[in-house]
């Protein structure tokens, strides 16, 4: 059983730039949630896809969006960046929603804005 | 929304003593309550969780208890090992939300 995988692990942007992180969720997993976790700080959703649709959003402006495609997989596009989206972005998969099921992370991708 | 306060920050103990670890919500809709240990480098691993309906789950070494009158559940380690040492989150979720509300963490450390 191949676990999340996401990528790339660590990378540097520059105020204003976007970025792009991908995440391969675990087999069988339909539900792909990201959160952002910022240093010494618990993650904070972000927001969740289902069946390649957002099905339900924490408290992130616009400039976050995400995909999901039809092999489950993620993408996470932050636009505009700010010095503040420095942080760890964690993908987790399920195979139902987060309000029942485990999630299981993968190790994330530190984004540092300079 | 959901607001999750965890205690206490950081908590020393000598290996084979217990360690406890206190979380509070807010919102009184929340149903599902897991805990989470995330060691350096890595993303965060489930150890526990608890539903509204069960007061106590206990697995091996690992129990948590959960007071939905108080808004208030605990993490129980006994036996504590020096593999024990990490980071550990509670979180909770219900009342609609879709995603997690995460405490902000306890460092567990375990003193040889």
């Known amino acids: 059983e191949t676990g999340v995988t996401q990528s790339p692990t660590h990378l540097i942007k520059t105020r204003g730039q976007q970025v792009t992180l991908r995440c391969s969720s675990q087999s069988g997993h339909n539900t792909v949630s990201w959160y952002q976790q910022a240093l010494g700080q618990g993650p904070q959703f972000i927001f969740q896809y289902y069946r390649e649709e957002e099905n339900g959003r924490g408290n992130f402006p616009p400039r976050f969006s995400g995909l999901q495609f039809p092999n489950y997989s993620s993408e996470l596009n932050v636009n505009a960046l700010e010095l503040d989206d420095s942080a760890l972005y964690l993908c987790a998969s399920s195979q139902r929603t987060s309000r029942t099921g485990e999630l299981f992370f993968g190790e994330g991708s530190r984004l540092t804005v300079l | ?112």
């Open chain 2, 1 to 112: 929304g959901e607001n999750v306060e965890q205690h206490p920050s950081t908590l020393s103990v000598q290996e084979g003593d217990s360690a406890v670890i206190k979380c509070t919500y807010s919102d009184s809709a929340s149903n599902y309550f897991p805990w989470y240990k995330q060691e350096l480098g890595k993303g965060p691993q489930l150890i526990i969780d608890i539903r509204s309906n069960v007061g106590e789950k206990k697995d091996q070494r690992i129990a948590v208890t959960l007071n939905k009158t108080a808004k208030h559940f605990s993490l129980h380690i006994t036996e504590t090992q020096p593999e024990d040492s990490a980071v550990y989150f509670c979180a909770a979720i219900g009342g609609g939300a879709d995603g997690l509300t995460f405490g902000k963490g306890t460092h567990l450390i375990i003193q040889p």
